[in-house]
């Protein structure tokens, strides 16, 4: 191993595990995948990956990021209720958390109306909706009663874990949302998260407000899971590293954003596999399988310009309709090969193939995850609709190599004019945003660049304007790495499986 550093990617779904080493151009060393034999923990499965590439101590030093994808975060918000039949890694249950609507106008559907009953008398002690708001154009909706905020925050005071705060059309003027969580703030101290809508994102008020409670509901196990990671880290000799989570759009989070923004961790393991399997595979366009241990693959997603597509509308959580933008995944019914029956159900991968694709061009279909190498061998080499169909090298720890390899993103929305004297100025303002949205994430600062700027004409408006919607990103913040150091028992060396 020589002196720079490296990155180690992690990847953990039940007793599956994989991991990956990548050096400081993004390049793969080395990768496992395996079945563990022991209780499926992060401690195991950290120690089974480091077990598989490291002998000896001093190469763990050479280490300055670990970066994780997790399904966990899934089965937290899906299964919410401890039960003795389920396995549960998270410490604690969703909530309780307060809810906060600005905007007194939109009473008509009152906050969480689309929430299943029992799922809501369980995440939520409280709600309320008081003045506030902005308007399409920027303009305030109505003054912000910051006396029903103060007596709202008394009376649930010592009772939540967190308060979510929605603002109606926040994400275009997010002032009352900040005003708001500084009177909440004073009221119920510093150790209560105040989670704010327009962080999250997304322009309907329901949907967004959904998204925001449900983030606040994650935020205490979310919390705890974090400073219980970093413990890890520190007991491996890892307590140098800076550590990312896999986010839902194909990028990672610092583990300190992740835990104050879990909601965003929702599908990170399916999108590091994505956008890991096409690495492998060199495609920047193409469609990927993603498969389970039995040879199954559930679903198919594509990669353009080697990101991963996201859904455009709405994703349904926990029977909840949000605002989050997850990878977008084409659902396939007995989509592959059982141990019990080698049989390919081709038709059934044909048509997912087809909805898949955003054009009728033919794309090559990618395996990916635990089961690739089995599907691989039950498929013919050519499917209609696609070039070919190909099972990467390392296809089976294709999550690890996605998070190991991703950038850390950012974005930013709003709605600024078409002409004007400051209409360029506000299109840079936004751009910068999305940029500084990304270094808090965990991107180097030195290296962040803002990537994508989409334009969406709004002809509705009295005065022409746009919706625009900045993306950046840039690699890791890198941790202390120890290239040198004292010597350690045993050979220093790589092992590539």
Same mark, same amino acid.
């Given at each position: 191993?020589?002196?720079?550093?490296?990155?180690?990617?992690?990847?953990?779904?039940?007793?599956?595990?994989?991991?990956?080493?990548?050096?400081?151009?993004?390049?793969? $060393? +080395?990768? #496992?995948?395996?079945?563990? @034999?022991?209780? %499926?923990?992060?401690?195991? !499965?950290?120690? /089974? *990956? &480091?077990?598989?590439?490291?002998?000896?101590?001093?190469?763990?030093?050479?280490?300055?990021?670990?970066?994780?994808?997790?399904?966990?975060?899934?089965?937290?918000?899906?299964?919410?209720?401890?039960?003795?039949?389920?396995?549960?890694?998270?410490?604690?249950?969703?909530?309780?958390?307060?809810?906060?609507?600005?905007?007194?106008?939109?009473?008509?559907?009152?906050?969480?109306?689309?929430?299943?009953?029992?799922?809501?008398?369980?995440?939520?002690?409280?709600?309320?909706?008081?003045?506030?708001?902005?308007?399409?154009?920027?303009?305030?909706?109505?003054?912000?009663?910051?006396?029903?905020?103060?007596?709202?925050?008394?009376?649930?005071?010592?009772?939540?874990?967190? $308060? +979510?705060? #929605?603002?109606?059309?926040? @994400?275009?003027? %997010?002032?009352?949302?900040? !005003?708001?969580? /500084? *009177? &909440?703030?004073?009221?119920?101290?510093?150790?209560?998260?105040?989670?704010?809508?327009?962080?999250?994102?997304?322009?309907?008020?329901?949907?967004?407000?959904?998204?925001?409670?449900?983030?606040?509901?994650?935020?205490?196990?979310?919390?705890?899971?974090?400073?219980?990671?970093?413990?890890?880290?520190?007991?491996?000799?890892?307590?140098?590293?800076?550590?990312?989570?896999?986010?839902?759009?194909?990028?990672?989070?610092?583990?300190?954003?992740?835990?104050?923004?879990?909601?965003?961790?929702?599908?990170?393991?399916?999108?590091?596999?994505?956008?890991?399997?096409?690495?492998?595979?060199?495609?920047?366009?193409?469609?990927?399988?993603?498969?389970?241990?039995?040879?199954?693959?559930?679903?198919?997603?594509?990669?353009?310009?080697?990101? %991963?597509?996201?859904?455009?509308?709405?994703?349904?959580?926990?029977?909840?309709?949000?605002?989050?933008?997850?990878?977008?995944?084409?659902?396939?019914?007995?989509?592959?090969?059982?141990?019990?029956?080698?049989?390919?159900?081709?038709?059934?991968?044909?048509?997912?193939?087809?909805?898949?694709?955003?054009?009728?061009?033919?794309?090559?279909?990618?395996?990916?995850?635990?089961?690739?190498?089995?599907?691989?061998?039950?498929?013919?080499?050519?499917?209609?609709?696609?070039?070919?169909?190909?099972?990467?090298?390392?296809?089976?720890?294709?999550?690890?190599?996605?998070?190991?390899?991703?950038?850390?993103?950012?974005?930013?929305?709003?709605?600024?004019?078409?002409?004007?004297?400051?209409?360029?100025?506000?299109?840079?303002?936004?751009?910068?945003?999305?940029?500084?949205?990304?270094?808090?994430?965990?991107?180097?600062?030195?290296?962040?660049?803002?990537?994508?700027?989409?334009?969406?004409?709004?002809?509705?408006?009295?005065?022409?304007?746009?919706?625009?919607?900045?993306?950046?990103?840039?690699?890791?913040?890198?941790?202390?790495?120890?290239?040198?150091?004292?010597?350690?028992?045993?050979?220093?060396?790589?092992?590539?499986?």
């Amino acid at each position: 191993m020589s002196d720079h550093s490296y990155r180690l990617g992690v990847a953990m779904d039940r007793d599956r595990v994989c991991g990956a080493l990548a050096d400081a151009d993004g390049d793969i $060393v +080395a990768a #496992t995948a395996q079945r563990l @034999t022991e209780p %499926p923990t992060p401690d195991a !499965a950290l120690t /089974a *990956v &480091l077990y598989s590439f490291l002998s000896g101590g001093r190469a763990v030093r050479k280490i300055d990021t670990v970066a994780f994808a997790i399904n966990e975060v899934d089965e937290l918000v899906a299964f919410s209720r401890a039960s003795a039949d389920r396995w549960h890694p998270w410490h604690a249950e969703l909530g309780p958390v307060a809810v906060v609507r600005l905007g007194a106008a939109t009473t008509a559907v009152p906050p969480l109306a689309l929430w299943p009953p029992d799922l809501r008398e369980e995440v939520v002690l409280a709600r309320t909706c008081v003045a506030g708001g902005a308007r399409l154009d920027g303009t305030v909706l109505e003054p912000l009663d910051e006396d029903a905020l103060v007596d709202f925050a008394r009376s649930v005071a010592g009772r939540v874990t967190a $308060v +979510a705060v #929605t603002g109606v059309f926040a @994400t275009l003027t %997010p002032d009352h949302e900040l !005003a708001a969580a /500084a *009177v &909440l703030e004073r009221e119920l101290g510093g150790s209560v998260p105040i989670v704010l809508s327009h962080e999250i994102g997304g322009a309907g008020l329901l949907e967004r407000e959904n998204a925001t409670v449900l983030q606040a509901a994650m935020t205490a196990p979310a919390t705890l899971d974090a400073e219980m990671l970093q413990n890890l880290l520190v007991e491996h000799d890892l307590g140098h590293a800076e550590v990312f989570i896999a986010r839902n759009d194909g990028t990672i989070a610092a583990l300190d954003h992740a835990a104050t923004h879990p909601l965003a961790v929702y599908g990170g393991a399916a999108a590091a596999t994505v956008r890991g399997t096409a690495r492998l595979a060199g495609e920047q366009d193409a469609l990927v399988a993603l498969t389970r241990a039995d040879g199954t693959a559930p679903a198919i997603c594509a990669v353009t310009a080697g990101q %991963p597509r996201l859904t455009a509308g709405h994703t349904t959580i926990a029977g909840v309709p949000t605002s989050l933008r997850v990878i977008a995944q084409v659902p396939a019914r007995a989509l592959g090969a059982s141990p019990a029956d080698t049989a390919v159900d081709v038709c059934a991968m044909v048509e997912a193939v087809d909805r898949a694709k955003s054009a009728p061009e033919d794309l090559p279909l990618l395996l990916g995850g635990p089961g690739a190498e089995e599907l691989a061998t039950a498929l013919p080499l050519r499917l209609s609709g696609t070039h070919g169909v190909r099972c990467p090298p390392w296809a089976a720890a294709a999550a690890a190599v996605g998070v190991a390899t991703a950038p850390v993103g950012g974005e930013a929305e709003r709605v600024v004019p078409v002409r004007g004297d400051d209409a360029a100025a506000m299109r840079e303002a936004v751009s910068e945003a999305a940029r500084a949205a990304a270094v808090r994430a965990g991107a180097d600062p030195r290296r962040a660049r803002t990537k994508l700027i989409e334009e969406t004409p709004l002809s509705y408006l009295a005065e022409p304007a746009v919706a625009l919607r900045a993306r950046a990103d840039g690699p890791p913040r890198p941790g202390v790495a120890h290239p040198t150091g004292p010597p350690t028992a045993g050979p220093d060396r790589l092992v590539r499986r």
